[in-house]
């Protein structure tokens, strides 16, 4: 069964660092997500991506922060300036197309700031 | 924007009792509601899921009923199995008919469930 898969599985930054959170998403997936979820909460909805563009975006989801789909594959969440609390879990997510509801979670990024 | 409170944040069974776990949301138009499973340090993984349009789904021992009237779907574990130990966030969400929309998901805060064997 496909899955999505995100790299690297932990990343450790200094604080003020860029980092790059990579995903892949199910091959003929047309909708793209990140969440993040900070130890012991919730999930929290980060940003959605839909042809090529931004389609939502939570409050987090400020100008440190941007997407891309750099080729037919990968999915990417770039943090500018990193800050301490940008420390979480990051999850990618795909969903197939308009018309179905499941979206599939990849196995998450672990980013520590220090 | 869509609230989804989530009772009771842990809760412990012995094996073979069932658990149950409720969920609450604010936004009316909300017509998507899934449940997952997240082991520790792993994935959330999808185990069940609803659409407003239905007022229980049923598979095998994991149940979910939703009450549109009063905002609140519930997650049903019966014969609870060591396994099913995780913890177990509700989400909600919108999708347009016209398919158009980001369907982003709004999760409740999780509840830790232990099965006791």
């Known amino acids: 069964e496909p899955e999505v898969t995100q790299t690297p599985s932990h990343q450790v930054t200094q604080m003020g660092q860029e980092v790059i959170l990579r995903c892949v998403p199910i091959?003929?997936?047309?909708?793209f997500y990140w969440y993040r979820q900070i130890l012991g909460q919730k999930v929290e909805f980060l940003v959605s991506?839909?042809?090529?563009?931004?389609?939502?975006k939570s409050e987090i989801f400020d100008d440190q922060f941007s997407v891309e789909r750099p080729d037919g594959s990968n999915f990417t969440l770039k943090i500018r300036s990193t800050k301490l609390e940008d420390s979480a879990m990051y999850f990618c997510?795909?969903?197939?197309?308009?018309?179905?509801?499941?979206?599939?979670f990849g196995p998450g990024t672990r980013l520590t700031v220090l | 924007g869509e609230n989804v409170e989530q009772h009771p944040s842990t809760l412990s069974v012995q094996e073979g009792d069932s658990a149950v776990i409720k969920c609450t949301y604010s936004?009316?138009?909300?017509?998507?509601f899934p449940w997952y499973k997240q082991e520790l340090g792993k994935r959330p993984q999808l185990i069940i899921d609803?659409?407003?349009?239905?007022g229980e789904k049923k598979d095998q021992r994991i149940a979910v009923t939703l009450n549109k009237t009063a905002k609140h779907f519930s997650l049903h574990i019966t014969e609870t199995q060591p396994e099913d130990s995780a913890v177990y966030f509700c989400?909600?969400?919108?999708?347009?008919?016209?398919?158009?929309?980001?369907?982003?998901?709004?999760f409740g805060k999780g509840t830790k469930l232990s099965v006791i064997p």
């Open positions: 091959s003929n997936h047309l909708y």
């Open positions: 991506f839909y042809n090529n563009e931004i389609s939502e």
């Open positions: 997510a795909s969903r197939e197309d308009g018309y179905t509801d499941t979206q599939y």
């Open positions: 936004d009316s138009a909300s017509n998507y």
């Open positions: 989400a909600a969400s919108r999708r347009l008919w016209s398919g158009a929309g980001s369907y982003q998901l709004t």
């Open positions: 609803i659409r407003s349009n239905v």
